[in-house]
């Protein structure tokens, strides 16, 4: 199959949404296929070659200038949209206000459904013989309705496709029915972006629309599909998604196997960690731990359980349930290590976990990678109590490197941590059903009890984690059947 596929898609720097953008696309190309990302312009990159295009785009009665940069980097095109409303915004890509966020959304989906007829990459412009557009949340939503509106509806780019991926329902671009008119569709669009409200009354809905328009919509795992369709899940768009059902798939991210791999980890390179891979598992994990134990200032001990957390303080993490079950961990002979940011007060209650209980807690407040990579290769077990998660990558990481999770049932992570059964020897780690806190300590006191009483079992539990093809390699194959699927079947 020799195929183009241009992705198009927003910077994200953080979690599964940045790999989706940097490392499916990778992927995809490595498996043949012309990719290239789209992503606004918000901060100087230098590698980046202006094209020397420039083409103006209304929004909201006002004119902006796009022009085109562009860098080839492992197979992949990546053009980016530089215009006055995405300048200097760096990390900070969905802030501002919510109707300029709106406004940079409908620029960046307007300008990027003809890219590839305006940007040469290569020399040659993509065209539309072979497309298929990957949108990503409510941010590209617009995309897919932009392309069958001005598009497909007029006898034009009938072979395109697009396929919207679903990586968090909660944020929708919701807002007031007014929205519609800054957005140029003709006024039979309406009805796809209004929502009735429960409690009365209408809003704009960009996400319910672009799940309309869409060919396919990818769901980043079984589970997170599944809990969309339900009125407790699908945050006001279970209707639409189950009326949409005959074009859902469920794909569970990959991870960077280059970046989290305990063989080549760079940031074990140094303070006495070391890499290993499972052939070299116990020697190596036991040299990480005394290494995040000596970095940590905690005590230097193999036969106690390093219990681990990484994650964005706030109330999809379950930091709370984590907070609710303090007194029961810091009764038992452990060591927990928690890095985070987020919630001002949260992180405030980290620090004060360890400043009450500093012989066995440690709440490191900053986003630092150089310690989650340590902090996952160290640690025994990675506690996951999400309230919800799409797909989650820490317990994928934690599981490459050895370190036995312990997770909510819920989203991804019921996709991807299948309970241990010691009869059977399987499994991958211990999940529990309701995110309190009593679920979780019973669920981590049989994983402690393992630890300390079932040594063969502990280590059947760390080498079927290891062993799996959790990389995106895989996930791109499975990306490829969905694409295939929006070219031909519909
Ligand atoms: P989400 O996308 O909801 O934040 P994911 O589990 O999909 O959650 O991705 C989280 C990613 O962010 C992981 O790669 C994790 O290691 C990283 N991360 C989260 N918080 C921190 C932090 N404080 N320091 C370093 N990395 C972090």
Not at 81 to 96: C, K, Q, S
Request: hydrophobic share 40%; aromatic share 10%; charged share 20%.
């Amino acid at each position: 199959m020799s195929s183009l596929w241009l992705l198009s898609v927003l910077l994200s720097v953080k979690g599964g949404l940045g790999d989706v953008v940097g490392a499916l696309p990778k992927a995809l190309a490595r498996r043949g296929h012309r990719v290239m990302v789209v992503i606004p312009k918000y901060g100087d990159y230098a590698e980046a070659r202006d094209l020397g295009v420039r083409k103006r785009y209304k929004v909201a009665g006002q004119d902006s200038e796009v022009s085109y940069f562009h860098s080839y980097i492992d197979g992949v095109d990546f053009v980016f949209l530089e215009a006055p409303p995405f300048r200097h915004r760096h990390n900070d890509i969905y802030g501002g206000e919510r109707p300029d966020v709106l406004k940079r959304m409908i620029l960046f989906c307007k300008a990027a459904v003809e890219v590839p007829w305006y940007a040469p990459c290569g020399g040659t412009i993509y065209g539309d013989g072979n497309l298929v557009f990957i949108a990503n949340d409510w941010h590209t939503a617009l995309l897919p309705v932009y392309l069958k509106a001005y598009y497909r509806d007029n006898g034009l780019m009938q072979y395109t496709r697009s396929v919207l991926v679903i990586h968090n329902i909660a944020h929708q671009g919701r807002g007031p029915v007014d929205d519609f008119n800054i957005m140029d569709l003709p006024d039979h669009y309406m009805g796809h972006f209004k929502l009735h409200d429960p409690l009365g009354g209408e809003h704009n809905n960009v996400f319910a629309a672009g799940l309309k328009m869409a060919d396919r919509v990818v769901t980043v795992s079984h589970g997170y599909m599944w809990e969309l369709k339900t009125v407790e899940g699908g945050w006001g768009l279970h209707d639409i998604i189950n009326q949409n059902d005959w074009k859902l798939d469920g794909i569970v991210n990959g991870i960077d196997t280059a970046e989290w791999n305990p063989a080549v980890d760079v940031h074990l390179h140094s303070d006495d960690y070391t890499n290993y891979t499972r052939d070299t598992l116990d020697i190596g994990k036991r040299q990480c731990k005394a290494a995040l134990q000596r970095e940590l200032g905690l005590q230097v001990r193999d036969d106690v359980p390093l219990i681990g957390f990484i994650g964005r303080l706030d109330h999809q993490k379950g930091v709370d349930i984590i907070a609710a079950a303090m007194p029961w961990i810091t009764q038992q002979d452990v060591q927990l290590v928690m890095l985070g940011t987020g919630r001002p007060d949260l992180e405030d209650m980290l620090r004060r976990f360890e400043g009450e209980h500093r012989d066995k807690v440690r709440g490191w407040v900053g986003f630092s990678v150089r310690m989650a990579h340590r902090i996952t290769a160290g640690a025994d077990v990675l506690l996951m109590p999400s309230l919800f998660e799409p797909c989650g990558l820490n317990q994928l990481y934690a599981m490459a490197y050895g370190t036995v999770p312990v997770v909510h049932a819920v989203g991804g992570l019921r996709d991807t941590v299948a309970p241990f059964d010691p009869f059977g020897g399987t499994g991958l780690g211990w999940t529990f059903d309701r995110a309190d806190a009593g679920r979780m300590i019973d669920a981590l006191g049989h994983c402690l009890n393992t630890y300390w009483n079932y040594k063969e079992s502990w280590r059947g539990l760390q080498v079927r984690g290891m062993s799996q093809d959790l990389s995106w390699d895989h996930a791109a194959e499975l990306y490829e059947n969905v694409l295939v699927k929006a070219k031909y079947q519909w």
